[in-house]
Nanobody, 124 residues
Framework: QVQLVESGGGLVQAGGSLRLSCAPSGSIFSINIMGWYRQAPGKQRELVAGITNGGSTNYADSVKDRFAISRDNGKNTVYLQMNSLKPEDTSVYYC??????????????????WGQGTQVTVSS
């Protein structure tokens, strides 16, 4: 089982910055894709940004040029640098990771794991 631990949320004024971090733990063979999603009250969860193990990235149109996703493959950690934050960015942010587990001898099952969520609140 792969677990994700997030950190870095909080309260910030509009125009400010925050950095989220997410680190997986467990028996991991590979982490193919990592991403950040967000879900505001009454709304569907949406992709904010994703990054492959090769470094390819994609972003929601609403955050392009303001947010940057990166990963440290040595630490298996993904970051989301959020700049020029707006009140509409207020949401619970969730980390996601997908790949293959390690069963001790060879690659095991696919996993699609989620973090517990971290609150980001942007005041106007």
């Amino acid at each position: 089982q792969v677990q994700l631990v997030e950190s870095g949320g909080g309260l910030v004024q509009a125009g400010g910055s925050l950095r989220l971090s997410c680190a997986p733990s467990g028996s991991i063979f590979s982490i193919n894709i990592m991403g950040w999603y967000r879900q505001a009250p009454g709304k569907q969860r949406e992709l904010v940004a994703g990054i492959t193990n090769g470094g390819s990235t994609n972003y929601a149109d609403s955050v392009k040029d303001r947010f940057a996703i990166s990963r440290d493959n040595g630490k298996n950690t993904v970051y989301l640098q959020m700049n020029s934050l707006k009140p509409e960015d207020t949401s619970v942010y969730y980390c996601n990771a997908r790949g293959l587990t390690w069963n001790g001898a060879r690659p095991g099952k696919e996993y699609n794991s989620w973090g517990q969520g971290t609150q980001v609140t942007v005041s106007s």
